[in-house]
């Protein structure tokens, strides 16, 4: 008898098995062409977006972008005007805040004053009806999880900024949700402990391994603990993907400028080949040249994108005839580890470059109005055609 399980699928039948868990897997959370309007004025314009089961998934933006009203939809919070919002397969249009599979954990922690931090834990589980001995088991679980076990007795006024927010952290695990929501999660804590708290948070979220989503307008904040993320602008996503993706290639000059900072380089088409493109630009004396080709007529305007660590100084004229220029010193700014020279060129452009300590000191580290030279290489630069 043959063995049918190694036989191919039908065309246009869906596998069998771990291919449609799989599936399943990678679009736990489905956002469907949503629309939020408040009166005429669209917060979110067709939104589509999938997260996969336990992903941490950022939504980044500046104020105003749409990201915090498409995170209280997602709560229930706000109604969807048009489009679907589904979780594990459930669409969650008709259910109220309260019977979703979610929790939301909001930037100023909301905990209760007069309670203690095991009765703030343990709120929801009682609104539940949970039975006695269960809520204490899993209120005693979730403290531990965030090592907050010690503190159980005391009131949110006793505890420091970090403290609190493992509080209401915990108190958002502890119903076991399908998806965790952060709303700004680290913007009442000072740097040092942000930096901190952000990789502790990250643990836990692995530990636990809930989906999660969050909303910052934080870069480093995104970059540090997300999976994924969407910047977003104007109601719309304009770029999603891995940290490093949205960073080293970013689809647009908006996602360029917006994520980290960056050089940009004016300029028309000269040259496109498969494997590279040659730019004019009035911002420089030579050409522009990068490694990599686009689609577009000879003569196009474009923009290259350049950030500032891809940038080094030297005193001496570099070797070739691209991707370089001259310039004077005009500030110099010491973060510790490193610099950053903003140079101005001769055609009156300033260009930032961030330098190490070590590699100014091979330079003899130039100072203001030093004349210096630019430079960095073909595979530096991004071309963006929007």
Known sequence: MSDQSSMPAAPGVLPSGNATADSAADNFVQVVDVVKKFGETAA????????????????????????STLLRMLAGLETVTSGKILIDGED???????RR??????????????????????????????????????????????????????????????????????????????LLLLDEPMSALDKQIRQRTQIELVNILENVGVTCIMVTHDQEEAMTMADRLAVMSEGQIVQLGAPNQVYEFPNS???????????????????????HVFVESPDLSVRLYVSHGITGPLGMPVTISVRPERIALTRKPPEGTFNWG????????????????HVQLESGK??????????????DSPTWEDEVYVRWSASAGVVLTS
Do not use: W
Request: charged residues 20%; contains cysteine; glycine residues 10%.
């Open 44 to 67: 979110v314009k067709g939104v589509n977006l999938s997260v996969k089961k336990g992903e941490l998934f950022a939504l980044l933006g500046s104020s105003g972008c749409g990201k």
């Open 92 to 98: 969650l249009a008709m259910l109220p805040p309260y």
């Open 101 to 178: 599979p979610v929790n939301m954990m909001f930037q100023s922690y909301a905990l209760f004053p007069h309670m203690t931090v095991e009765s703030n834990v343990g709120f929801g589980l009682r609104q539940e009806g949970v039975k006695k001995a269960e809520l204490k088991d899993r209120v005693a679980a979730a403290l531990e999880l965030v090592q907050m076990s010690r503190f159980a007795k005391r009131k949110p006024h006793q505890l420091s900024g970090g403290q609190q927010q493992r509080v209401a952290l915990a108190r958002s695990l502890v119903k076991r949700p399908k």
């Open 253 to 275: 000059r908006f996602s360029a400028e917006f994520i980290g900072s960056t050089n940009l380089f004016e300029g028309n088409v000269v040259e496109d080949e498969p494997d």
């Open 326 to 341: 001259k310039g004077v010193v005009k500030n110099v700014a010491y973060m510790g580890g490193y610099s950053l020279y």
């Open 350 to 363: 300033t260009v930032i470059a961030n330098m190490s300590s070590l590699a100014l000191s091979e330079i």
